[in-house]
């Protein structure tokens, strides 16, 4: 485009002018050119020319006509497509931040306030509140401490909800099938007699994809659970320590949509919405191909025998098209197409092509009237008619481009001061404002609209982006309380198990630094099956620590889903090698007292030799066959063995920094030693002073000499039933 003056050349005012002047030029010279002609030959004359200008009129309408529905179908179903989506990835944003958010609630528990919550109060209706809804079957006391954690979101899906009016409502769902909601609909939660609705978020498809894909997703169009309008949902889901720990998402009410789309059929234009799977979601069509169908009959029209219409929908999907004409079931239409990227939706706009054609029509008709009229009076007053049309063609050619000009200008001067305004951004203010000049109460003013909400919800995300950033330097500092964290993750109450007289265990762990790497664990996996575990990371301190309290959690899970001893390090193994990037492995014995029986179902991943004694013998390596490390390389396998434990018989259980303990001239205390130091204890010793005793041992060997690696012991004593147990050495 080029500027002379006050006139953009190539712009719209200079094709809204040309148009104009061209039009008025053409009727001028056709005119002209028929009052040229003689008498003598005014009847063959006036047929021919009269043909001709016919011919013209209706070519030139009709390419104009459709140029100009090109250009505004072209133009409206774009504007209209990036306005939508817009709003979609506004949500998109939404349930971004809310992650975010969510993850540094959840991750850190400790130091995150216990915030109150409600359940839906029906006489809040109107207000926007934070609304705790809990499945069937959920007991509450029993995830207190989750629900306070989560009712810290609360102000932020307040703000989130207020933001923007589009939003339906934001929340977030836990897997014990806790919903924390923020609307400012409360009554809608309770049925007509007053009941509160059933609802469990674990059921809801949103919940159910997110957790599959494990990433931010769009739900297809669906039904609300509280108010049944339709609308389409945002979610994803939010992993700590690899762990889903909640779904977090926000929905929007696509009811104006819908009734938008349905308005559009009443006259010959129509506006239909297809989903990413090409199915057809919002249309005013009741019959054929653009019809709405449900989910599980609606085909893919990317794959209709209609080639054209298929094409058609595979571009708009793509980017915007140019206008088409396709052939429906009801008639032929010019359609045109744009996407809505954030959902991979495409918007259509067609319009009857027959309706297109009825000006060019109209305007023969009158034509050939009006020239059957001159022909009548051409000979009475054609040099009269002729000095007057002359005059007013004058006339209406100065007005209508005088009109032109200002139109033109008052089209583009709005749009001129939006670039001026876009081209003066800068780092140090990034906010778009509406201005007075921008209210023009058409699609200019809602693009300025829409721009500046963009800019306004861009400068804030950029400021939340800095407040997260400097509490991620605040937490840095307080790793120190790993050591206390580490210790909280392993048993430390004992006895363990008071109730249970069949048998009596005892742990100790002491790690070299703040924090260590080796670890231990038992839990009743069912009344009748004690799971136990010890192992050893690779290294030591923080980096050990926090992959000892990884591995223990996945070992857990493992552990309480029913696999075998097998299964689980396999499972084990193949998630730490799944993204192992510091290269760090564990060595694990585990296994699992059959309690009633006294059958030990074991495994052993590179780790040191259980030692047993039986009731009336000593204390014996039970040397088993190792399997390779845990993390060390992924696809490795690992087989069970089993041990009959007899009652009064004992299982000890240590990680290899007993037998390498140092002292000050480099000595190892050493297997052998360890074996010695267990039979000295006494026959009837209970595993708490067998384990002391051992320390004890350890202790005068090394006397001041530092500690290098993690010493760590577990002992367990089988007694079977009808035996009470001896408590005298557990404190």
């Known amino acids: 485009m ?101 993850y540094k609630v959840f991750s850190d528990p400790d130091h995150t306030m216990e915030a109150p919550y409600a359940p839906p109060d029906a006489s809040k209706d109107g207000e926007v509140t934070a609304q705790m809804i809990l499945a069937e079957g959920v007991e509450e006391q029993e995830i207190a401490d989750r629900l306070h954690l989560a009712a810290n979101m609360s102000d932020m899906m307040v703000s989130l909800f207020d933001a923007s009016e589009a939003t339906n409502s934001c929340f977030v769902a836990l897997p014990e099938g806790a919903f924390l909601v923020t609307d400012d609909r409360s009554a809608a939660k309770y049925a007509e007699d007053g009941t509160p609705i059933s609802y469990d978020p674990r059921t809801r498809i949103w919940y159910q994809m997110a957790e599959e894909q494990q990433g931010l997703i769009f739900t297809d169009v669906e039904l ?60 005013p069509k009741t019959e054929g191909s653009l019809r709405v169908l449900d989910s599980s009959e609606a085909a893919d029209l990317r794959l209709s025998e209609n080639e054209s219409l298929a094409a058609l929908v595979a571009d708009a999907m793509q980017g915007r098209t140019d206008m088409r004409q396709v ?140 407040e997260v950033t400097a509490e991620k330097e605040r937490i840095s500092t307080e790793l120190h309380m790993a050591n206390q964290i580490q210790e909280s993750m392993l048993p430390s109450i004992f ?15 002491e790690p070299a630094k703040y924090v260590g790497g080796d670890f231990y664990d038992f839990f009743l996996i069912d009344e009748d099956h004690l799971c136990m575990v010890i192992a050893d990371v690779s290294g030591k301190g923080i980096p050990a620590a926090l992959f000892m309290m990884i591995s223990k959690i996945i070992l857990q899970s493992c552990a309480m889903l029913g696999r075998s001893v097998e299964e689980i390090l396999e499972k084990t193994n193949e998630a730490l090698c799944s993204n192992n990037k510091m290269e760090m492995f564990v060595t694990v014995w585990l296994g699992i007292l059959e309690i009633s029986t006294g059958k030990v179902t074991a495994a052993n991943a590179g780790h040191e030799y259980p030692v047993i004694k039986r009731k009336d013998g000593r204390f014996e390596l039970f040397k088993d066959k190792h399997g390779f490390v845990i993390g060390g390389y992924d696809g490795m396998k690992y087989k069970k063995y089993d041990l009959l434990l007899e009652p009064g018989d004992k299982l000890f259980l240590y990680t290899d920094g007993l037998p390498e303990a140092e002292n000050n001239d480099n ?49 367990v004593e089988y007694r079977g039933k009808g035996e009470t147990v001896n408590t005298a050495g557990n404190g």
């Open 224 to 283: 609300d659970a509280f108010t049944g309008d339709v609308g389409i949902v945002c979610a994803m889901p939010v992993y700590v320590d690899g762990e889903l720990t909640a779904v977090v998402g926000s929905d929007l009410f696509l009811t104006s949509m819908q009734e938008a789309v349905q308005a559009t059929g009443e006259n010959s234009a129509f506006v239909c919405v297809i989903n990413q799977n090409g199915h057809v979601v919002f249309s």
């Open 495 to 509: 006895p363990a198990f008071p109730d249970r007289p069949e048998f009596d265990i005892y742990a100790s762990m």
């Open 2 to 102: 080029r500027k002379i003056k006050n006139l953009v050349i190539g712009g719209i005012e200079n094709k809204l002018f040309n148009l104009i002047l061209i039009s008025v030029l053409l009727i001028t010279a056709a005119f002209l050119a028929a009052t040229q002609y003689q008498s003598r030959m005014l009847s063959q004359l006036t047929a021919e020319t009269s043909a001709r200008q016919i011919g013209s009129i209706t070519e030139t309408t009709t390419e104009v006509i459709k140029q100009a529905a090109e250009q505004s179908m072209s133009q409206t179903t774009e504007l209209s497509a990036m306005l939508s989506d817009e709003v979609f990835h506004g949500l998109e944003n939404r349930v971004q931040m809310l992650g975010d958010y969510a």
């Open 327 to 466: 052939d429906l079931e009801d008639g032929s239409y010019y359609m045109i197409g744009a996407p809505m990227e954030t959902l991979g939706w495409a918007l259509l706009e067609g319009v009857d092509r027959e309706m297109t054609a009825q000006p060019s029509v109209r305007l023969q008709d009158s034509f050939s009237q009006i020239q059957q009229e001159a022909v009548q009076d051409y000979y009475a007053q054609r040099n009269k008619v002729r000095t007057n049309v002359i005059i007013l063609l004058l006339i209406l050619l100065a007005l209508l481009c005088a009109g032109a000009l200002v139109l033109g200008k008052r089209i583009v001067k709005p749009l001129n001061t939006i670039t001026k305004r876009i081209s003066e951004l800068n780092e140090g203010n990034l906010e778009f404002k509406m201005e007075d000049a921008y209210r023009t109460g058409d699609e200019i003013e809602v693009l300025a609209e829409s721009f500046a909400s963009l800019s306004h919800k861009t400068v804030q995300y950029v400021d939340k982006v800095r």
């Open 667 to 715: 000595d190892m205390f050493g297997t052998e030693r360890m074996l010695q130091v267990l039979n000295e204890a006494p026959e009837a010793a209970a595993p708490q002073q067998v384990l002391a005793h051992v320390r004890s041992a350890v202790g005068q060997f090394v006397q001041d000499a530092e500690q290098f690696d993690d010493l760590t012991m577990l002992c």
